[in-house]
């Protein structure tokens, strides 16, 4: 398993952008497809992005695509969500994760998680 911690999180008006990092820890960060899933108040993880190990691929949910763009950096072992134009509903409690499974928008596919940071947008 790898060691997750999100950062850069915070409040922002409607238009406004974040942008969220996670920093891994292990040699092995390089081989895992890592994702950014998001949680408002309720039971349900939506999925919102994820890359592959090289970083050649990305996939996103529907309602961030266009706005939101997922990238990594294996050299620092860290991935980055940079959001833009957000909108009131992109408020959550936002995850990341890592996993094995190439493609997956599956949360139960992710092992390791870490702790999540808060996104807010007011109108």
């Known amino acids: 398993q790898v060691r997750l911690v999100e950062s850069g999180g915070g409040l922002v008006q409607a238009g406004g952008s974040l942008r969220l990092s996670c920093a891994a820890s292990?040699?092995?960060?390089?081989?895992?497809?890592m994702g950014w899933f998001r949680q408002a108040p309720g039971p349900e993880r939506e999925f919102v992005a994820l890359?592959?190990?090289?970083?050649?691929?990305?996939y996103y949910a529907d309602s961030v695509k266009g706005r939101f763009t997922i990238s990594r950096d294996n050299e620092k072992n860290t991935v980055t969500l940079q959001m833009n134009s957000l909108k009131p509903e992109d408020t959550a409690l936002y995850y990341c994760?890592?996993?094995?499974?190439?493609?997956?928008?599956?949360?139960?596919?992710?092992?390791?998680w870490g702790q999540g940071t808060q996104v807010t947008v007011s109108s």
């Open positions: 994760a890592a996993g094995q499974i190439m493609a997956s928008r599956n949360p139960a596919d992710f092992g390791s």
């Open positions: 292990g040699r092995t960060f390089s081989m895992y497809t």
């Open positions: 890359i592959n190990w090289s970083g050649g691929r990305t």
